[in-house]
């Protein structure tokens, strides 16, 4: 399977848990992390196995010490996004099943209509792979969101190639590929209402989704 051209979504399914499926093909993967929030994460790495997530990371977690992993991995994002935090630049939530979602609105990481990772936003990307460096029994899906201005399928494709760019700068910081994956939203998600620039700002984000590779 080769890559696929997705801007860096933060919010995918990965195969760390049950209802997961633990095998991503090039046509996509229906993955329900949050209640279906996320469909269609698209692997980015070509063997997107659950074995071979397994051994890119040396083992799964243990059933019991994966709420203590995991909220100590929280503790660490928001020590290293303290920053970014206090500015509304970035969010850091625990949701069930033990994801954690980084939420970064975008105009901090692109300019508007480009898919680059600006270097003002280096410093922060950094931060978040050290952490991500550090907690490898993890998969990350990067999920693109944008707001309703453009057309339904420009605003997908933005959405996703900016999700892959983010995909490609942690895995230029050291953090494996199988570990990645990427997915599209464009402007089908708001979180706020598009009539305003705040709501369309705050529309135009990236997420990141965090989830336990389980032992069993």
Request: positive net charge.
């Amino acid at each position: 399977m080769n890559k696929i051209s997705i801007v860096v979504v933060l919010a995918a399914g990965l195969a760390a848990c049950e209802n997961i499926p633990t095998s991503y093909t090039n046509q996509g993967v229906a993955a329900g992390v949050v209640s279906g929030a996320v469909l269609g994460a698209t692997a980015y790495s070509s063997n997107r196995s659950r074995g071979a997530i397994i051994g890119a990371i040396g083992g799964g977690i243990a059933g019991g010490a994966v709420g203590t992993y995991m909220d100590n991995q929280k503790r660490d994002l928001e020590k290293n996004l303290a920053k970014e935090i206090q500015t509304g630049d970035a969010k850091v939530d625990k949701l069930p099943n033990d994801v954690i979602r980084i939420t970064m609105t975008s105009h901090t990481a692109f300019d508007t209509n480009s898919t680059v990772v600006k270097q003002s936003f280096y410093s922060t990307m950094d931060k978040l792979s050290d952490v991500m460096t550090r907690y490898q029994k993890t998969t990350l899906t990067v999920v693109g969101h944008t707001d309703n201005v453009g057309t339904d399928k420009y605003n997908q494709d933005l959405s996703q190639r900016r999700a892959y760019s983010v995909a490609q700068y942690l895995e230029s910081k050291r953090v494996d590929a199988v570990r990645l994956a990427t997915a599209g939203k464009g402007e089908s998600e708001p979180v706020a209402s598009n009539t305003t620039e705040a709501g369309r700002t705050l529309n135009r984000r990236v997420e990141i989704y965090v989830e336990p590779v389980h032992a069993s």
